[in-house]
C-alpha cells in the first residue's frame, strides 16, 4: 500500500506531501489541482512502462508543466503588499514524483535535457536526472536500493555492497523499464510490477458512438478496459467467476427491479437491461448516459482480479444524484480488497463515503485541496510538521 505521494513542481503542485490510506477521496474547487495530483499517479505509471517522458512532452514539454510560480513567496506577497516578481533560480530545474510505501519507495527527477552539440528536434523532451528505489516508507542512505544518477546505476547486492549496472541508460529511460531483472536487480522488478499494477479509469466514453454501447466478440474478461469496450464481456466473468450476488446487489440498487443479462450472438456480447414493467430489454445503445456509466462503474469496481491500486477520476460524471449512494457503495465494496484513490467535484459522494465507511469497516483519508498564491495546499494544513516525513534524493 502507498503511504506517501509527492510531487515537486509539477503545475500547481509547487511542494506537495499528502498521506494515502486504504480509502482516499481527493476534494476541492475547481483549479485547486485535483486533476494534477491525478496526473502524478498516472506519470507515476508511466514511468514503469517508459512513457513518462513522452507524457510529459504532450503537456508541452518541461515548460508547460513546471510550476508557473516563484521559487519563494515573500512574507510581503502573502500579505498583500508586494505584487509576485520573479526571481532568478537557485537551483536546476526539477520536476519531482514520487511515492512512498509499507515495502519501497520510488522517486524520480525530472530536467531539462543537457545541451549537446548540433540541433535536435526533441529539445522539448524531458529528460530523467535521477531516480532512486529505497526499503521502508521513508528514505534513508542506509535504505537505499537502487540509484539513478544521469546515465549511470549503481544497484545494492545481497550482501549489501553496490554494484555497477551493465551499460548507461539513455537520459529519456527509466530503470523501471531497463534494468528489472529478477537476478541482478529483484528490487527494481518488484517496484516496477507494483507500479503496473495500478488501474486508471478516466471519463469513459458515454456517448452514443461510444464502445461500451457495441456488440463486440466477448472473451474472459476480468479487468475492463481503459474505453469500457468490453463492458458486457466483463459483467458476464464477474458473474460467472466473481461476485455476481454483488453484481445483482449494485444495480437493484440503482435501478430498482432491474438485472443485467449478457447475451451472446455468434460469439458477439451484448448488453441487456431488464427492467420491471417493460416487456424487453434494453441494450446498451438504448440506455442513457447515466445509466450505462453506472454499469461500467459496476465492472470496474466488483472485478474478480484487484488491482494494488484504483484511481478513479470524477466516477460522479453524468450520474443522477440517486445513483450517488450506490456508486458509493461500490467504491466502498472495491476498497476492502484494493487501494483506493477517488478524486472527486462532488461533495456529496465525498459524504456518501464518509457515511458509509464505518457499516464497511473502513476509515476515509479526506483530502481537501485549496490555492494559496497559485500553489495548491491542503485545507487545515497549519505547515510542514502537519504532512508526512519525506526527504528527496539529491542529484
Not at 20 to 34: F, M, Y
Not at 60 to 77: F, K, Q
Not at 171 to 176: N, R, T
Not at 210 to 223: D, E, F, K, S, Y
Amino acid at each position: 500500500m502507498i503511504r506517501t505521494l509527492a510531487v515537486e513542481n509539477y503545475r500547481s503542485l509547487r511542494r506537495l506531501i499528502v498521506p494515502l490510506d486504504g480509502l482516499n477521496v481527493i476534494t476541492g474547487a475547481n483549479g485547486t489541482g485535483k486533476s494534477s495530483l491525478y496526473r502524478t499517479l498516472r506519470l507515476l505509471a508511466e514511468s514503469a512502462r517508459g512513457g513518462a517522458v513522452g507524457a510529459l512532452a504532450q503537456e508541452g514539454g518541461l515548460p508547460s508543466a513546471l510550476w508557473a510560480g516563484p521559487e519563494r513567496t515573500g512574507r510581503a506577497v502573502r500579505e498583500g503588499h508586494h505584487p509576485v516578481q520573479g526571481t532568478v533560480r537557485s537551483g536546476p530545474v526539477s520536476l519531482q514524483l514520487g511515492f512512498a510505501g509499507d515495502e519501497f519507495g520510488y522517486a524520480v527527477d525530472f530536467g531539462h535535457p543537457t545541451p549537446a552539440g548540433g540541433s535536435s528536434m526533441f529539445d522539448l523532451d524531458p529528460e530523467i536526472k535521477h531516480e532512486c528505489i529505497w526499503s521502508g516508507p521513508v528514505l534513508r542512505p542506509a535504505a537505499v536500493l537502487s540509484e539513478r544518477a544521469g546515465a549511470a546505476v549503481r544497484l545494492r547486492g545481497a550482501g549489501g555492497g553496490w554494484s555497477r549496472a551493465h551499460g548507461t541508460l539513455r537520459p529519456y529511460d527509466s530503470m523501471l523499464g531497463e534494468l528489472a531483472d529478477p537476478q541482478h536487480a529483484p528490487d527494481v522488478l518488484a517496484v516496477r510490477e507494483f507500479i503496473r499494477s495500478w488501474r486508471f479509469y478516466d471519463h469513459v466514453r458515454t456517448d452514443a458512438h461510444a464502445p461500451a454501447r457495441t456488440a463486440r466478440i466477448g472473451t474472459r474478461t476480468p479487468v475492463l478496459s481503459g474505453d469500457g469496450s468490453d463492458l458486457a464481456a466483463a459483467l458476464q466473468t464477474i458473474r460467472e467467476t466473481g461476485d455476481a450476488a454483488a453484481l445483482d446487489a449494485a444495480v437493484d440498487a440503482a435501478f430498482p427491479g432491474s438485472h443485467v443479462t449478457v447475451d451472446s450472438h455468434g460469439g458477439r456480447f451484448e448488453l441487456a437491461l431488464r427492467q420491471h414493467g417493460l416487456l424487453r430489454p434494453l441494450g446498451a445503445a438504448e440506455l442513457s448516459d447515466g445509466t450505462l456509466r453506472y454499469l461500467l462503474w459496476a465492472a470496474a469496481l466488483l472485478t474478480p482480479r484487484p488491482p494494488s491500486l484504483l484511481v478513479l477520476n470524477e466516477p460522479e460524471t453524468s450520474l443522477h444524484p440517486d445513483l450517488v449512494p450506490p456508486l458509493a457503495d461500490l467504491i466502498l465494496t472495491a476498497a476492502r480488497d484494493t487501494q483506493v484513490v477517488v478524486v472527486t467535484h462532488a461533495r456529496p459522494l465525498a459524504e456518501a463515503l464518509a457515511k458509509g465507511a464505518p457499516g464497511h469497516r473502513l476509515d476515509v483519508n479526506a483530502i481537501e485541496l485549496v490555492k494559496e498564491f497559485g500553489r495548491t495546499e491542503v485545507a487545515g494544513r497549519e505547515g510542514p510538521l502537519d504532512e508526512p516525513l519525506w526527504h528527496w534524493p539529491k542529484r
